[in-house]
T-cell receptor, first 111, second 111 residues
Framework: DQQVKQNSPSLSVQEGRISILNCDYTNSMFDYFLWYKKYPAEGPTFLIS?????DKNEDGRFTVFLNKSAKHLSLHIVPSQPGDSAVYFCATPSGTYKYIFGTGTRLKVLA | DTGVSQDPRHKITKRGQNVTFRCDPI?????LYWYRQTLGQGPEFLTYFQNEAQLEKSRLLSDRFSAERPKGSFSTLEIQRTEQGDSAMYLCASSRDIRQFFGPGTRLTVL
């Protein structure tokens, strides 16, 4: 029962262009969402988050959009850089302590 | 920068052996999490500690798995009678708010 889904396992984008990573969820009670980035041989690192009371949060080149009616969030990276090449996970707290992660999207930014 | 550390980084063991992993969280973080990640999947929640108290355990955590966090500092995850299906990356994370900080993980291979 995958409650958080990332349907695109991989994405390739040209350097300087926009990268859009998508995430869908099933439970309308989820009230906070996070994006993590993971490089090979490292643990995930926190990137950006959004509360369900907002529909947009921006931090530098990274913007997360939340569409509660569609139960969908997306991460926009503009402009994309080769160093952004990594696996990106969306995650949400389920209950008090348990976090649920999506399966990840591998982003490759082509120079 | 004293982030989350994990030891060992790699462990190869034979089926039926016991293994123990250690996690040292960021010192001021009172929350500690263990996750398991297999190829093509996101991190899967295993267990959560608040200080020394283990407050939640996933049903993934069979009776062969045990975790401790004595004195609310470092934590250990032990797997008894390892099986080939236990082969995975075991990740530890700590936090003091909603953002989790992950260690580099321990990669377990059960032969």
């Amino acid at each position: 029962d995958q409650q958080v889904k990332q349907n695109s396992p991989s994405l390739s984008v040209q350097e300087g262009r926009i990268s859009i990573l998508n995430c869908d969820y099933t439970n309308s009670m989820f009230d906070y969402f996070l994006w993590y980035k993971k490089y090979p041989a490292e643990g995930p690192t926190f990137l950006i988050s959004i509360s369900s009371i907002k529909d947009k949060n921006e931090d530098g080149r990274f913007t997360v959009f939340l569409n509660k009616s569609a139960k969908h969030l997306s991460l926009h990276i503009v402009p994309s850089q080769p160093g952004d090449s990594a696996v990106y996970f969306c995650a949400t707290p389920s209950g008090t302590y348990k976090y649920i992660f999506g399966t990840g999207t591998r982003l490759k930014v082509l120079a | 920068d004293t982030g989350v550390s994990q030891d060992p980084r790699h462990k190869i063991t034979k089926r039926g052996q016991n293994v123990t992993f250690r996690c040292d969280p960021i010192s001021e973080h009172n929350r500690l999490y263990w996750y398991r990640q297999t190829l093509g999947q996101g991190p899967e929640f295993l267990t959560y500690f608040q200080n020394e108290a283990q407050l939640e355990k996933s049903r993934l955590l069979s009776d062969r798995f045990s975790a401790e966090r004595p004195k609310g500092s470092f934590s250990t995850l032990e797997i008894q009678r390892t099986e080939q299906g236990d082969s995975a990356m075991y990740l530890c994370a700590s936090s003091r708010d909603i953002r989790q900080f992950f260690g580099p993980g321990t990669r377990l291979t059960v032969l």
